[in-house]
Nanobody, 125 residues
Framework: VQLQAFGGGLVQAGGALRLSCAVSGRTFSNYVMGWFRQAPGKEREFVAAISRNGVITRYVDSVKGRFTISRDNAKNTVYLQMNSLSPEDTAVYYC???????????????????WGQGTQVTVSS
């Protein structure tokens, strides 16, 4: 499975970005998808996850109400819409995938099988 994240960039505080992660190599709809981020000097942290069918989502508390994870199984792509960005959201954002036999399962936290290369998000104050 290959994952490629893109859509990062420089944005002012209060602005918005939408990250995309294109997946190839396997049947996308068989995979739980997640977004993680790593800020300079910090450990990588879980941001959001979505079930295979897109019905179930989970978020870290710090992004609830601001970020939305979604997926388009026809396009083999998962998205992270990020609104009301703050400098604390500055990080490299990674998408991740894990095969699951359950349509409604979401994986919160690490341990995903496959990872993308990351895309930089910088929020200026």
């Amino acid at each position: 499975v290959q994952l490629q994240a893109f859509g990062g960039g420089l944005v002012q505080a209060g602005g918005a970005l939408r990250l995309s992660c294109a997946v190839s190599g396997r049947t996308f709809s068989n995979y739980v998808m997640g977004w993680f981020r790593q800020a300079p000097g910090k450990e990588r942290e879980f941001v959001a996850a979505i079930s295979r069918n897109g019905v179930i989502t989970r978020y870290v508390d710090s992004v609830k109400g601001r970020f939305t994870i979604s997926r388009d199984n026809a396009k083999n792509t998962v998205y992270l819409q990020m609104n009301s960005l703050s400098p604390e959201d500055t990080a490299v954002y990674y998408c991740a995938a894990e095969r699951s036999s359950t349509e409604y399962y979401v994986k919160v936290g690490g341990g995903y099988d496959y990872w993308g290369q990351g895309t930089q998000v910088t929020v200026s104050s």
